[in-house]
């Protein structure tokens, strides 16, 4: 497959009333302090409770037409995806996860009826094993990032973006595998040339990020953090996101564990939105104010909304956190006033 904006506007056509077209709402609070208009778009609100059905569903549907068997390894919302597009597809999933992957994103996986399979400690295991079954079992893997049909169908939030509020100047997001920066990069510059891109990350296990520095793909360690779908490598031997994002990303960016801590507090309290740790890296780095020469307006995706509630509600509190061996010290949240 060829990828290019035509890819991204027929990923655009098939998901029409099958992946939501979600909104894009102001937050007063960020504006404020930004001094510049942040606009927050919602694919929290997907039916998955996360952008990946996009990429899951415009893969799926593009499978051969003797497919009887679709897996993948995920860090959960690919997952969720995965199995919630083989059922609207009447195929089976088997979705490999490891042992860092929250059981609020288990369970909603095997209620869609797809068999789960747990296996390692991190990403790469599960990624190992997904690929043996695809040797011994004949199933048909789709990558969570490095595959085209996954890229263009997140890039069609670009084109929506776009379409919503053709003046958007800078948008802000999330990155991991780089499947969402590729493919929104990928549309918005072909439509719009001169938008900025910027890509942020938590600062242990940065994958891309420390790739995209050191000119190569490069392997990282991962460790548990709050940001628990942002979790894995790019793969040694990446072969579409990298190169993009490389090329249209315009820069990449890290926060640490109480950035992201604080940033759910924030959208919490003053936007009165719930959203997983790695939806709001973003807001995080903004509110940290990382990125500097931010031309308004400027969007951030908020890209999943499958956080362990009662790890949520003790960030809300204030509580500290186990983050693995570690603990996360925690504060009470102060602006907020009523
Ligand atoms: C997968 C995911 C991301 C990162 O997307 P990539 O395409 O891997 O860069 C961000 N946020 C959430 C909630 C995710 O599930």
């Not at 992957?101 to 997904?130: R, W």
């Not at 719930?274 to 500097?292: D, F, M, N, P, T």
């Amino acid at each position: 497959m060829n990828l290019d904006i035509n890819s991204v506007l027929a990923a655009q056509s098939l998901l029409n009333g099958v992946a939501d077209k979600t909104p894009l709402v102001p937050s007063n609070f960020l504006s404020n302090i930004l001094k510049n208009e942040l606009l927050l778009k919602l694919e929290n609100m997907q039916p998955t409770g996360a952008f990946k059905i996009r990429g899951a569903i415009n893969a799926v549907y593009n499978l051969p037409k003797d497919t009887r068997v679709v897996t993948c390894c995920s860090t959960g919302n690919h997952g969720r995806g995965i199995a919630y597009a083989a059922k609207l597809k009447g195929i089976k999933a088997v979705i490999f996860m490891s042992s860092l992957v929250p059981q609020v994103k288990i369970e909603a996986i095997q209620s869609l009826g797809a068999e789960v399979i747990l296996c390692g400690e991190d990403q790469t295991d599960s990624e190992l094993a997904c690929r043996q079954s695809v040797r011994e079992n004949g199933y048909v893997e789709v990558s969570p990032f490095d595959d085209p049909y996954v890229i263009a169908g997140q890039g069609t939030i670009g084109l929506e973006l776009l379409s919503q509020r053709p003046d958007i100047n800078s948008i802000v997001l999330p990155l991991s595998g780089g499947g969402l920066a590729a493919g929104i990069a990928l549309a918005v510059k072909e439509k719009k040339p001169k938008i900025r891109v910027f890509g942020v990350t938590m600062e242990n296990g940065a994958a891309m990020h420390i790739s995209i520095k050191n000119g190569k793909p490069t392997e990282v360690s991962e460790v548990p953090s709050l940001a628990d779908a942002l979790g894995g490598g790019i793969g040694l031997n990446n072969k579409f996101t990298f190169p993009l994002c490389q090329k249209l990303i315009d820069d990449t960016f890290t926060v640490s564990e109480n950035e992201i801590y604080h940033a759910m507090q924030t959208l919490y309290y003053e936007d009165r939105i719930i959203a997983e740790g790695s939806c709001v890296v973003g807001i995080a780095a903004i509110l940290a104010k990382k990125i500097r020469n931010l031309n308004g307006p400027i969007a951030t995706v908020l890209t999943g909304r499958n956080v362990n509630m009662s790890m949520y509600t003790d960030i809300i509190n204030g509580s500290d956190i186990k983050l693995g061996e570690s603990i996360l010290s925690g504060s009470r949240y102060k602006q907020y006033k009523e």
